[in-house]
């Protein structure tokens, strides 16, 4: 077992993880709850812009303020934008199920620059997180908004196309994007339609440890130590990590086979203790004879997409626009 070596990266993204490190593992209680309001304190949030910033605007639409159900919803203001219709695309942030929210710097940024660059009009979930909320309300709170986005033919702005809808995610999100896209197979939408799924480092696990958790084990964020407490609190009492919401390519995971599953893109990154897992994914989705692409970035850690830095931030961006592009061609 030998951590991963982060010398490669630059040293403000090395100070970063590591103080992410830190506040994830100062904010667990040994009684499996979370200091919530320790780590909120140092999760800057940011307000929606109804001025548009890099030509972009936002505003916070709830869904059901009973359990803080809402979205942020991004518009491009370019002008190649006011042209034409545009995708839409439901982004689910990450965080483990646990940390983070729509409104955090981070995913801010990271929609803000989705919307920009497709364009596309994004609309960026904001879930009930656990331990307060346990598995399923992640999933039922990400298929309600997908229902009154289906339902208000007026949530979003005239040149969204719903007929050309993306589900998005990274990490959890990611996790929760793939079972909302089992979900919408499941459930027919009268209006919104999904033809594709972004999925960047999806968080999947199992009860049997795979060869990169052994490898990689001590990597920032997703170690086998952080991973296996993250399950803990997100699923229901007396399950373990072969349920279905979490290894889905496990014993107890659903057959896809017959289902209408929107073509994938998935993106890894070498030194994520996951990898072998998001590259079961992938095989798994090919050998039930769906559309699915591997890019896969060696030296990237987990969650580099945050750091604009990184050359690979910029290169999944380019990808994520070239998959939305080329498959909303497809519809016209």
């Known amino acids: 077992m030998v951590s991963p070596s982060l010398s490669h990266l630059p040293w403000k993204v090395r100070i970063s993880v590591f103080f992410l490190s830190v506040l994830l593992n100062i904010s667990r209680r040994r009684n499996r709850t979370l200091n919530r309001r320790l780590f909120d304190f140092f999760n800057p949030k940011v307000p929606p812009t109804p001025n548009p910033i890099d030509g972009v605007k936002s505003s916070d639409v709830t869904v059901d303020p009973s359990r803080n159900l809402w979205f942020r919803l991004f518009t491009p203001t370019i002008s190649a934008a006011s042209t034409s219709f545009l995708p839409v695309v439901f982004y689910f942030h990450g965080g483990a199920f646990s940390f983070l929210s729509a409104s955090s710097s981070p995913y801010d940024a990271v929609c803000r620059q989705l919307s920009r660059s497709i364009p596309s009009v994004v609309v960026s979930v904001n ?6 909320h346990r598995c399923p309300s992640q999933y039922d709170d990400g298929f309600d908004v997908l229902k009154f986005v289906d339902s208000d033919g007026y949530v979003l702005p005239e040149i969204a196309d719903v007929s050309r809808c993306f589900l998005a995610g990274d990490s959890a999100g990611a ?10 197979c499941q ?9 594709g799924l972004v999925s960047i480092q999806p968080f999947f696990g199992g009860v049997d440890r795979t060869e990169s958790e052994i490898r990689l084990d001590g990597a920032p964020i997703t170690s086998v130590y952080n991973t296996d407490w993250m399950w803990d609190i997100f699923l229901p009492d007396g399950s373990d990590r072969d349920h279905e919401a ?23 990154g070498g030194l994520d203790p996951v990898l072998d897992r998001q590259r079961k994914y992938y095989e798994w989705l090919k ?33 994520v626009r070239d998959f939305v592009n080329q498959h909303q061609s497809k519809m016209k």
């Open 127 to 132: 879930y009930r997180l656990c331990p307060e």
């Open 175 to 184: 996790n929760l994007a793939h079972h909302l896209a089992v979900r919408v």
């Open 187 to 195: 459930e027919e939408l009268r209006r919104v339609k999904v033809i």
């Open 246 to 268: 979490v290894n889905v390519t496990g014993p107890n995971g659903l057959n896809i086979s017959g289902m209408d599953f929107p073509d994938t893109i998935i993106f890894v």
């Open 287 to 319: 050998m039930s004879g769906k559309k699915a692409e591997l890019i896969e970035y060696p030296n990237a850690i987990h969650a580099f997409y945050f750091f604009p830095e990184l050359p690979q931030s910029s290169l999944q961006i380019s990808r």
